[in-house]
């Protein structure tokens, strides 16, 4: 847990009182010089947004009317899939693969490795292991596996993803929590 200059952990607002996580707290300080120039990027359009609304169950016409133009919905897709620099599965009960999608914005020849801290209770898997950009390949799609390491009805665990080239280091947060049966409170 984070905590303040006295030692002591920093505690959520409201009640009841609770030891701060990073819903309470957030992603921390920015950095304007280092976030001018990130090294990779969490690139996103309106028809990644379109897919995400078939992927919950939007049809093609309702999209259109948000989008200004035709937009079908060929398959439904993942709902984790929207290409955002954060991984949250709030009902982690199998194994779940997520995708997600860097396009590289610092010096053209770039190689970047992953470092995983997993969330508790969790095993995560990333492929591939390594990035490697060029003049040629400016984005590169890599898949995150999450496997429950224990059958337990938890609550939410906080990990991250981070990949580093030696001089950028491009941090997600990865949310999960782990279900093993829906309870009464979940059921809508």
Not at 43 to 72: H, N, Q, W
Not at 92 to 108: A, Q, S, Y
Not at 171 to 176: A, D, G, K, V, Y
Request: glycine share 8%.
């Amino acid at each position: 847990s984070v905590t303040t200059i006295y030692g002591e952990p920093i505690t959520a607002e409201g009640g009841p009182q609770k030891i701060a996580d990073p819903f309470d707290f957030g992603g921390g300080h920015i950095d304007p010089n280092r976030a001018a120039r990130p090294g990779l990027v969490y690139d996103m359009g309106v028809t990644d947004y379109a897919e995400f609304l078939c992927s919950v169950g939007y049809s093609s016409p309702v999209i259109s009317r948000f989008t200004g133009k035709a937009m079908p919905c060929r398959e439904r897709g993942s709902v984790f899939d929207l290409n955002l620099p954060s991984i949250t599965i709030s009902n982690l009960k199998k194994t779940t693969t997520v995708v997600r999608t860097v396009t590289n914005v610092g010096p053209v020849r770039s190689t970047y490795t992953v470092m995983v801290e997993a969330p508790y209770g969790v095993r995560v898997s990333v492929e591939p292991q390594t990035l490697n950009f060029n003049e040629k390949v400016k984005s590169l799609t890599f898949r995150v596996t999450f496997s429950p390491a224990h059958e337990i009805q938890g609550d939410f665990s906080f990990g991250s993803l981070t990949w580093m080239d030696g001089k950028h280091v491009v941090r997600i947060p990865l949310i999960t929590r782990l279900v093993i049966q829906d309870s009464y409170a979940d059921i809508s």
